[in-house]
């Protein structure tokens, strides 16, 4: 594909609800990265994969928050019982190697709305 | 922990004045800093990277480790430069991300 999608591009949930955001990273591509971006903010590290293997999930808000990449591909972000709290645009990104050595290529993000 | 700090949220200037974003951050150890911005409409993107010491769409940026800084400057400013703008750090080791607040600039005509 041309770039990172990321789907379903909005989200809105009762609270309480389980969602689950999808990322297709670009093709190769070895590192994924999630954020999360309040409104006003900048984007906040959750978790960080290579391959299938997730390095760093130091970032991850609650244990309601579970990420995987189970081929090392395609990425999915689940958030259970959601909280309004929760409401953010989650981000997504990848690169072709560490992040040192190849740049970061975003998604367009999924905004995510719990009422 | 690192900490990456825009002071100005907001930024306006008119069509061919320099402009400066500023940027500081807090690190104890050798950080790599870059600029990311988002035009309207469209996805965060790299601008530039401390370490490949470019210009990019007339934009440079100098790391000041004494003053801890990472500026964002532009001798004349254009129109199309008016976006969102986040300068963000990457540590020594790992490989996350920590970015500022952000500084969204408009450019007037």
């Known amino acids: 594909g041309a770039g990172v999608s990321q789907s379903p591009r909005y989200k809105v949930a009762k609270r309480g609800q389980d969602v689950a955001l999808r990322c297709d990273p670009i093709?190769?591509?070895?590192?994924l990265f999630w954020y999360q971006q309040a409104l006003g903010q900048g984007p906040e590290f959750l978790t960080y994969?290579?391959?299938?293997?997730?390095?760093?999930k130091s970032g991850l808000p609650s244990d309601r928050f579970f990420a995987e990449r189970p081929e090392g591909s395609v990425s999915t972000l689940k958030i259970q019982r959601t909280q309004q709290e929760d409401s953010a645009v989650y981000l997504c990104?990848?690169?072709?190697?560490?992040?040192?050595?190849?740049?970061?290529?975003f998604g367009n993000g999924t905004r995510l709305t719990v009422t | 922990a690192q900490r990456v700090t825009q002071p100005e949220k907001l930024l306006s200037v008119f069509k061919g004045a320099p402009v400066e974003l500023k940027c500081n951050y807090s690190?104890?150890?050798?950080?790599?800093l870059f600029w990311y911005v988002q035009y309207s409409r469209q996805r965060l993107q790299l601008l530039l990277r401390?370490?490949s010491r470019e210009s990019i769409k007339g934009f440079t940026a100098d790391l000041n480790k004494g003053e801890t800084s990472f500026h964002l400057k532009k001798p004349f400013a254009q129109e199309e430069d008016s976006a969102m703008y986040y300068c963000a750090l990457k540590r020594t080791s790992g490989s996350r991300l920590t970015f500022g607040e952000g500084t969204q600039l408009t450019v007037n005509p």
């Open positions: 093709s190769g591509h070895v590192s």
């Open positions: 690190y104890s150890g050798s950080p790599e």
């Open positions: 401390h370490i």
């Open positions: 990104a990848s690169s072709f190697r560490d992040l040192g050595d190849s740049p970061l290529h």
């Open positions: 994969f290579q391959n299938e293997a997730q390095l760093d």
